[in-house]
């Protein structure tokens, strides 16, 4: 978390809602975000998810936490399942990666534009 917010220039406190939108796959960010304007809770899982990972140590420790929200049964949310709105984990876990100076996974984890 703290390398994070210092390569993204975040405060602490924002880093959660700045790897949800870092971690969110480009075409469905649109609609993303104009359902955080009306439904922050949409998001829940995603937060959840974040927040497991955000003191994580080591790349494997989040590839296992991932792992297991993967496994969760899937969302009962008809937008959610359908359109697939929600963070990319192979994102979260290139994040990871370049955080943790962890190349053994691919990296997506580029400052967004």
Same mark, same amino acid.
């Given at each position: 978390? *703290?390398? %994070?917010?210092? *390569?993204?220039?975040?405060?602490?406190? @924002? $880093?959660?809602?700045? *790897?949800?939108?870092?971690?969110?796959?480009?075409?469905?960010? !649109? $609609?993303?975000?104009?359902?955080?304007?009306?439904? /922050?809770?949409?998001?829940?899982? @995603?937060?959840?998810?974040?927040?497991? *990972?955000? @003191?994580?140590?080591? %790349?494997?420790?989040?590839? #296992?936490?991932?792992? $297991? $929200?993967?496994? #969760? !049964?899937?969302?009962?949310?008809?937008?959610?399942?359908?359109?697939?709105?929600?963070?990319?984990?192979?994102?979260?876990?290139?994040?990871?990666?370049?955080?943790?100076? @962890?190349?053994?996974?691919?990296? /997506?984890?580029?400052?967004?534009?």
């Amino acid at each position: 978390m *703290v390398k %994070y917010c210092q *390569v993204y220039q975040c405060l602490p406190e @924002d $880093f959660t809602t700045k *790897v949800l939108w870092h971690c969110m796959r480009r075409l469905q960010s !649109p $609609f993303a975000r104009l359902i955080w304007l009306f439904n /922050e809770d949409f998001f829940q899982s @995603d937060l959840e998810l974040i927040n497991q *990972v955000k @003191d994580a140590t080591s %790349y494997a420790k989040i590839r #296992e936490t991932i792992k $297991f $929200f993967s496994k #969760e !049964p899937a969302s009962t949310n008809f937008v959610r399942r359908s359109l697939k709105i929600r963070i990319s984990r192979s994102k979260l876990l290139g994040l990871a990666a370049a955080a943790l100076g @962890d190349h053994s996974g691919k990296s /997506e984890a580029e400052p967004p534009a």
